[in-house]
DNA sequence: CCTACCGATCGGTAGG
DNA sequence: CCTACCGATCGGTAGG
């Protein structure tokens, strides 16, 4: 009986792509084999190339969701909020506040994007600039008539500060993420001694 | 000759793992490969086995090194000065006023610790957590009568920022090194909007 | 002949 | 110190 690919290809290619996205946030994409790739998500290594031309390809795969995702999620919420402090806190609460596929996800984005080739490279560093882009844009809502050359150096301290969070901070810890989101934004806005 | 040599060897010592911190800021650490580094000092890859057993030796080394001697200079600039608003200002500046071989070794050590195996990242992390608790004890003194629990969660906002710095501050930009220590002592203690 | 896979194995390259 | 070479393991592909 033949498959139907239509119906579930994309969904295979979700399973895949989560299983892969937790192994490499785990052992990082170097150490990952196509054999665990596959293993990890109870498939076979055929399977795997059935689905993406090479490994590398995988990798930009799941980058290049997880960036148009964040970007649609960015420009949702920015569409539907008007006031610029609010619009700041929803970003916040976007970056912080993924599900735990999302932030294994992103992890990879940060550590491993650099392993893909260059010419591989450059469309997902183009998404990465979108979301600077964003950032700046608005950073100069809650602070208009800032030098507009500083807008950007502003938002890489800010997404900055918000990636590196991903390498430590735990749902289930002490802090909720409501709170840590509440924190972050009135860090930022009106500084640590500000309390 | 036992000094003679000691010299020499520590010397070569530096130079190769100078070379190896360039070339794993640059490719990343498994790209890299031993042949890659040697060629990188200008020497053979039977000689690097000479000075470390393992390519893992190496790169334990390497981040041994630079996490040891942040943690001193940290340490030194701490005892050196009484007001906690100027230790906080002297944190950031040795944060991110390093030498371009410092700020390579940071690097590495921010994207490649990973790589080691567990045992060997141990003593390492522990480096880390100094480092952390450092800033922590720093940012007591600016700001005391502080739930103790938050230092900590606030540490990690502060190191996270400046450690992403690194990835994309460059001393040749428009931004001045001074500038840009300023600017991030002035946001993490009075917060973006006060300008 | 097509799609969806599997077990086995390829050529090339890594660390040592 | 170099070259030759190893055991193993990699990403990618063969036939069916």
Redesign the pocket.
Known sequence: M????????DD?TRVILDSAAALFARIG??????????KAC?????????????????LFAMLEQHLETLIDALEQSREELSDPRERFEAFIEIYVQKSAQARRRHMVAINDLRFLPKARQAPLRALEKEVLELTATLLAGVNPGLDAALYKPYALLLVGMLNWTETWYRQSGPIKPGELCERIARLFLRGFLVE
Chains 1, 2 share one sequence.
């Open positions: 033949p498959r139907a690919r239509a119906n579930d290809y295979k994409y170097p150490n990952a084999t196509m054999v665990d790739i596959a109870g498939a076979s290594k055929s399977m795997l190339y059935h689905y993406f031309r090479t490994k590398d390809e995988l």
